[in-house]
């Protein structure tokens, strides 16, 4: 499961992945963030898939990214900090990072606290 919510003291999405996630999941959640904050220029995302499993590797990344590229025209930046803790998840993350260096208004970096998270989403405003 993929929630979400907006903190608008901190201008931040916080997006939380529980129990195992699909790759239709990612794909729907994108989606739904895209229609719930499209209005804005700039959108800063703190997501915490601490405790989760991903039912996708790295073969759907192309699929994930060329979603991204569609969604992003709208925007000026998409600020995004993945919040990970066991060694599959981190692996995920640095490769899906790897990968979104090609998008030009997209940044992504890898945390395992939510306090060094914020650090970096807050360098990028």
Known sequence: MISSSYNEKEEIV???REGTVSI??????TVELDSLYGHMDKVYIIEDIRGS??????????TILELLRT???AYKMVCMADI?????NTALSF???SLA???????YST??????????INNHR
């Not at 239709?24 to 959640?29: C, F, G, R």
């Not at 499993?53 to 192309?62: H, I, Q, R, T, V």
């Not at 990970?84 to 599959?88: A, G, I, L, S, Y």
């Open 95 to 97: 490769m899906f990072g």
């Open 71 to 73: 969604k992003l025209r």
């Open 14 to 16: 916080y997006v939380k």
């Open 101 to 107: 260096a090609s998008l030009d208004n997209y940044f």
């Open 24 to 29: 239709q999941q990612i794909l729907e959640s």
């Open 84 to 88: 990970v803790d066991d060694p599959t």
């Open 111 to 120: 945390f395992s606290t939510l306090e060094a998270a914020k650090r970096w």
């Open 53 to 62: 499993k991903s039912l996708f590797n790295k073969e759907d990344y192309p």
